[in-house]
């Protein structure tokens, strides 16, 4: 496979459930995002990986936990969701953490009932 | 702070006509740069071009082409001859060259869904 790969593509879950996203990137870089992508707003930034460190956290609840063991791959854990967290997930990689453009999956599409 | 407008939240044209796509940012940064991507139905993003704040001149990739004047803060885009294969979402994106926390942010704006009727 080549590029970002995400599973699932679609997710409905229960607000008591517990789900993980799983991200995959076939590219060689360094750098690997999380964005909440929800409906008639901007794209949100929500954690930054380097290196498998986190570099980023832009104020998300804990009921979103990442996880990234190692460069290629990237771990969003959900517990105890709310309804308002219905969105399209999205990972994303780069060379670097600086200017270098970012290379998106095709996210993951969560519906919380 | 940084902040990237698409004040065009949908448009629509037929087959074959041009269409420009506006991006108007907002920095206070001297070195910065700015990103188009497209998101088709299928959901990911894909990027299209990367320009840096000193780089003004246009460039221009087969149907597609980007004005950048740093006079008006704008990088617009300009779809030529348009298709419907090119019926997307189009986000436009800055980044500066300051970092926020311990990371470059790339800031999105809302994007502009493009819809090309055959």
């Known amino acids: 496979e080549t590029g970002v790969t995400q599973t699932p593509r679609h997710l409905v879950m229960g607000m008591t459930n517990k789900k993980s996203l799983k991200c995959e990137q076939h590219?060689?870089?360094?750098?690997m995002y999380w964005y909440k992508q929800s409906a008639k707003k901007p794209l949100e930034l929500m954690f930054v990986?380097?290196?498998?460190?986190?570099?980023e956290n832009n104020s998300v609840p804990s009921r979103f936990s990442p996880e990234c063991p190692n460069s290629s791959h990237l771990f969003l854990h959900l517990h105890t969701l709310q309804p308002e967290d219905s969105a399209l997930y999205l990972c994303?990689?780069?060379?670097?953490?600086?200017?270098?453009?970012?290379?998106f999956g095709p996210g993951t599409r969560l519906t919380v009932t | 702070a940084q902040k990237v407008t698409q004040a065009q939240t949908e448009i629509s044209v037929v087959e074959k006509e041009d269409v420009t796509l506006d991006c108007v940012y907002e920095?206070?940064?001297?070195?910065?740069?700015l990103f188009w991507y497209k998101q088709p139905p299928s959901g990911e993003l894909v990027f299209l071009i990367r320009?840096?704040?000193?780089?003004?001149q246009n460039e221009i990739s087969g149907r597609y082409s980007w004005n950048f004047q740093k006079s008006t803060s704008s990088f617009n885009f300009t779809i030529t001859a348009s298709q419907v294969v090119d019926s997307a979402v189009y986000f436009c994106?800055?980044?500066?060259?300051?970092?926020?926390?311990?990371?470059?942010?790339?800031?999105f704006g809302s994007g502009t869904q493009l819809t090309v009727l055959p």
């Open positions: 994303a990689s780069s060379q670097g953490l600086g200017l270098d453009e970012q290379y």
């Open positions: 590219l060689g870089h360094n750098a």
């Open positions: 990986y380097s290196l498998e460190e986190r570099v």
């Open positions: 920095t206070r940064d001297t070195t910065y740069y």
């Open positions: 320009r840096n704040s000193f780089d003004e």
């Open positions: 994106a800055l980044s500066e060259d300051t970092w926020s926390g311990s990371a470059r942010q790339l800031t």
